[in-house]
């Protein structure tokens, strides 16, 4: 095959990557889930699922995350990968700067001394929360850009809760103040 022609295909693959909808360019009322070069399928997939629990939400995708086609995102995601947005972005700072300029506010979800636990915590509904890789965490370049940055206080001695687990927990927090603010 001619290596101009292969070149063109992967840049295809690159481009049409996503679900669109228009409501990614807008911050009201749709949270996004950045995931920053997270390894695991498994993980990106659990994401998926978490994320279409709390419709509308988005999930963007940046680096080294697989994307929808990827058999293990697909087992996991149950199907979800199919009707959530989605969008990727070759680097993660590239997606935080998209989100900021959509309206939202960047919130960095880590175990640092300046965050703030999550039900203490003052976020739009609709902010990008970003997520770092499993054994690395999130990337200077995007905590640095953040607008604040929450934790889910843990007890045990590793604190190393799964990242999908914490997108979960945030979830029910968004989830919970969804409902609050409808009473």
């Keep these: ?11 295809l693959k690159t481009i049409v990557s996503s679900v669109y909808s228009e409501s990614l360019c807008s ?7 950045l995931l920053d070069n997270l390894r695991s399928a498994f993980n990106v997939g659990s994401v998926f699922r978490t994320v279409e629990a709390i419709w509308p939400a988005a999930v963007f995708l940046t680096g080294i995350c697989c994307r929808p ?21 070759n680097k993660a700072v590239d997606a935080a700067i998209w989100a900021k ?29 970003m997520l770092g890789n499993e ?3 999130l990337h200077s ?7 604040m940055s929450i ?6 001695n590793r604190k190393c809760i799964n990242v999908s687990s914490t997108a979960a927990i945030i979830a029910a927090e968004i989830q919970r103040r969804k409902f609050l603010e409808s009473k």
């Design 1 to 11: 095959m001619n290596k101009a022609v292969n070149r063109k295909r992967v840049l």
């Design 135 to 137: 054994a690395d965490g």
């Design 69 to 89: 086609g990827n058999r293990k995102l697909k087992n996991t995601s149950r199907g979800t990968h199919a009707v959530v947005p989605w969008r990727y972005f």
């Design 101 to 129: 300029n959509s309206g939202r506010m960047l919130v960095a979800v880590e175990n640092s001394d300046d965050s703030v636990p999550l039900w203490e915590a003052h976020f739009d509904l609709s902010s990008a929360f």
């Design 141 to 147: 370049d995007i905590a640095e850009l953040a607008d």
């Design 151 to 156: 934790c889910f206080p843990q007890t045990g």
């Design 27 to 33: 911050s009201s009322g749709m949270p996004v889930f």
